[in-house]
């Protein structure tokens, strides 16, 4: 017997990845409903061997008995919906920004706190982190449990998949456009993504940083420990799929880069790409389609006490979003905290 599972904003791109993903990894699916807002009512998606399915209107979907809830439409959207389909007794895993720092609402990376996924039980709600924090605290995890992180500095070079298809559009079409000399017109980006790179993810704060970076250092603190300092500057690039970071670590004890290499290829979730030659290291091509966080150019830091620097990659439409979701639903069944609806 497999469980009843809905997924909201069936038809964006972390929707399709959802379906995607549940298919390949076999999750015990009994009935697959797909929802979406009214203009994309009726529209067909697939999932796995089944025939394509519509999707329904969440607006006016009756939540009860459903099991499971993959949700990743807007936060405005998830705002209004996630606690209805909880209070209606399915268990919601959240991949937007509006539940993530909620104090009742565990922020989960499985490879990193899976034990603090029964908190769920206070809302019923669990949240996916942003893409961006999700990779960075997968390889951080192992690190930390071996010299204890002290502060973390990360620049991002952020994919425009993050902003969803319009962003995918608008490189697509700008790229085009230098070729024939039309004018680029951004629109979803602040400036042309097309064979530039973009200081600027989300809403500018009071103290100078985006959101995106306060996302990255808020998160970090939940799902890892709240004493590591985090700063991070947050770049768009164009690139369709796959989000890459810098990363320089401070820790309390000394780790050797020979150790913390070791370290990273025991860990759960991370595939070490290190080698000291032209194209040993991974880039966006190599982690798109894959579901592990890719971990290159480990290297000691001589300007600092105890200093490490990394590369990682990783595909932020799966691991960053799709992927991790999936994973906590995995650990809900394999912990038995699931009661499938009657």
């Known amino acids: 017997m497999g469980y009843r599972v809905a997924v909201v904003g069936a038809t964006g791109n972390v929707g399709r990845e959802l379906l995607n993903i549940l ?42 008995g459903i099991d499971i809830v993959l949700s990743s439409p807007g936060a405005k959207v998830s705002a209004e919906h996630s606690p209805r389909a909880a209070k209606a007794g399915a268990v919601v895993i959240d991949n937007t920004s509006h539940f993530r720092l909620d104090p009742d609402v565990p922020l989960i990376v499985p490879e990193v706190n899976a034990h603090a996924i029964g908190g769920y039980v206070r809302k019923g709600i669990i949240a996916n982190p942003n893409c961006s924090t999700i990779q960075m605290v997968v390889a951080l995890k192992p690190l930390h449990d071996a010299a204890t992180i002290r502060r973390v500095v990360v620049s991002t070079y952020q994919s425009v998949s993050g902003a969803g298809k319009e962003g995918m559009d608008e490189l697509f079409n700008q790229a085009r456009g230098v070729f024939v000399s039309n004018p680029l017109n951004p629109r979803k980006f602040t400036k042309p993504i097309a064979f530039n790179v973009i200081p600027h993810i989300d809403v500018f704060m009071e103290d100078g940083s985006t959101k995106e970076e306060w996302k990255m250092m808020m998160e970090t603190k939940k799902i890892l420990d709240p004493k590591i300092r985090v700063t991070a500057t947050c ?60 971990v290159s150019r480990i290297r000691n830091d001589p300007t600092v006490e105890n200093g490490l620097n990394f590369w990682c990659v990783s595909d932020n439409l799966r691991k960053g979003a799709a992927l991790n979701a999936i994973q906590i639903a995995e650990e809900l069944v394999r912990g038995a905290w699931l009661k499938k609806a009657a």
């Not at 290499?261 to 966006?284: F, S």
Request: hydrophobic share 40%; proline share 6%; glycine share 8%.
């Open 23 to 64: 298919a390949q990894r076999k999750f015990p699916v009994d009935e697959l409903v797909p929802l979406a807002s009214s203009r994309s009512v009726g529209r067909e998606v697939s999932f796995g061997d089944i025939t394509k399915l519509k999707t329904r209107d969440l607006a006016n979907f009756d939540f009860k």
């Open 235 to 294: 770049v768009r690039v164009p690139v369709f799929v796959g989000h890459s970071e810098s990363v320089n670590v401070e820790f309390e004890r000394p780790l050797e880069e020979a150790e913390a290499r070791a370290i990273l290829a025991r860990a759960p979730g991370i595939v070490v790409l290190d080698k000291r030659e032209d194209g040993g290291y991974a880039t966006p091509t190599e982690a798109t389609g894959e579901d592990g966080v890719f």
